[in-house]
């Protein structure tokens, strides 16, 4: 494993003018490079994905995945607002006002339709004050984004209603958990509704939302091993792990970014103290040469060395409390497989140094950007706006399809024809983080003092979901 850090840390330091300050004129530029991207993506899904979930970017068809809501215009309902295209906008959210309705005998996974359709809703109430949209009246503890969301999280709460208050992961909208509906879930699907039920009793006055999801992410946490390490999946009738696997990626990942985020979001020590628990537990077992590997989480033993691109997430959450050392290093590496591959592999071995065979695709993960975006906003270190740079030269080359951009199936040996079907939702998170870090001017979403509700203060603490 040393030998592999040493080569791709060379390799991330031995880039040409990788170092050299971008001038105004040249983030302008590449700003309007990431927008040109999503309004591609965007169009292909309105053109022919509109009103299903989803468009199929090489086939031009529309799909549903999660419910039929629509899912890919609600998710790009704050990336409009953020690019400043408020006309669209305009369209967009009377589209959605149109078109939604939860009242479905469908079954949906809890977690997605958390982060996608309630985090959407919510990220983009919070902004209207930035659109021409007329607010209502008691904005912002009142509108119709705000009664959608309401709507949706009433019909989520009843998955919370078990013996250790961990959520199942499917629930139909209309009935209720499904009978025969496993109690095995991911760590992630239960620890990730803090930001969003948070901010949605804040601005409601209902705690039902926030209790629930703070009493999830206790309950996993309760459970935790001696190690201090939580696995990866968990019984919620009974509050026992299934599996030996402890990481910080598949599976786990948005626990602890909730945890921190959520924490900081809502004035939450408790949550901060949790996730400092965790965060030396995962630094002292799972933490290799700047790498984190997956672990034993009963012993701290390695169970396999390998990088997950959705590992990526961390370098950015040690950014925002403040450990930018520890994440630099590790960002370095991350950005070193980038830079050899033209993109992150789902899942790179550390012994031999290359992709593996079972998961070399890359389906357009936001968290790596996301993370540079942290560090450079931290540290100024010009190495990481040009680290982006490359990055959005990269994907608009090897994976922009007809209508949308696509999975790269091979990107160690990437050719036009092993580009795959993916969701353009994906794109638009991936977009909008590659804006943000282009980006220098100031993202004020505060809302205005409001005496009739708990309005967060969005300027230092970031509502930033996984939507």
Known sequence: MERVVFVLVFL???????????????????????????????????????????VKPLSCQGFN????????????????????????????????????DFDKDFVTSV??????????????????????????????????????????????????????????GSINLRHGVPEGETPVTCAAGVGTFIVEFGVLSRLT???????????AMEALHRARMATGLVQSHVDVQTGRFTVRESSIGSGMDSYFEYMLKGGVLLHNRHLLDMFAEHYQSIRTYLHRSDWYVVGDAQTGNVISGVYQSLDSFFPGLQTLMGDTR??????????????????VPEMYDLSSGTPRHSHPQYPLRPELIESLMYLYRATGDPYWLD???????????IAKCPCGYGTVCTPFSFKRSMLQ????????????????????ESNNVCAPNHRKCDVINLCKALLGSES
């Open 12 to 54: 991330a330091f031995c880039v040409g003018d990788g170092h050299a300050v971008m001038s105004e004129a040249e983030m302008i530029e590449y700003r309007e490079r990431a927008r040109q991207m999503f309004r591609h993506a965007y169009d292909g899904y309105m053109q022919h994905g509109f009103p299903f979930d989803e």
């Open 65 to 100: 995945t999660w419910g039929n809501f629509s899912l890919t215009l609600v998710d790009s309902l704050s990336t409009l607002i953020i690019m400043g295209n408020t006309s669209e906008f305009e369209n967009a959210y009377s589209k959605v006002l149109e078109a939604l």
């Open 111 to 168: 977690f997605e339709s958390n982060i996608r359709v309630l985090g959407g809703l919510l990220s983009a109430h919070t902004l209207l004050h930035r659109t021409t949209v007329k607010l209502d009246p008691g904005w912002p503890c009142s509108g119709r984004l705000l009664d959608l969301a309401v709507d949706l999280a009433d019909r989520l709460l009843p998955a919370f209603d078990t013996p250790t208050k961990m959520p199942y």
């Open 205 to 215: 006055g209902d705690m039902r939302y926030e209790n629930a999801a703070l009493a």
């Open 326 to 343: 520890a994440a630099s290093r590790t960002a370095y590496l991350y950005t070193a497989v980038w830079r050899r591959f033209g993109a």
């Open 387 to 397: 680290t982006g740079r490359g990055m959005l030269e990269s994907i608009d080359q």
């Open 421 to 440: 079907q993916c969701t353009c939702c994906t794109c638009h998170c991936l977009i909008s983080r590659l804006v943000n870090l282009v980006h220098r």
